[in-house]
């Protein structure tokens, strides 16, 4: 059973920085960062392939940087300028080759203004 476990969230405020951590029990072709807020969708923020290719949300470029150890199965995403409109629960995901997806159990980023 493929496990992702995160860690790092927590409250900030607004300016500061958090790093998120996903550390996978498998390696997969490519892990990324989602985030939701009570009653809307979940987004995409991050996602980064096995070969380092990374993309992101407009709404975090230049603020938020993805990265991967594919030796440790983990992936990492450090959280510049963070804004109050960052607060939501963020949500680790792997993608396996065959196309099969994976959560993570989520840790709430809080941001104050």
């Known amino acids: 059973q493929v496990q992702l476990v995160e860690s790092g969230g927590g409250l900030v405020q607004a300016g500061g920085s958090l790093r998120l951590s996903c550390a996978a029990s498998?390696?997969?072709?490519?892990m990324g960062w989602y985030r939701q807020v009570l009653g809307k969708q979940r987004e995409l923020v991050a996602r980064i392939t096995s070969s380092g290719t990374p993309m992101y949300a407009q709404s975090v470029k230049g603020r938020f940087t993805i990265s991967r150890d594919n030796a440790k199965n983990t992936v990492y995403l450090q959280m510049n300028s963070l804004k109050p409109e960052d607060t939501a629960v963020y949500y680790c995901n792997a993608e396996g080759i065959d196309s099969s997806d994976h959560w993570g159990q989520g840790t709430q980023v809080t941001v104050s203004s």
């Open positions: 498998g390696s997969f072709f490519r």
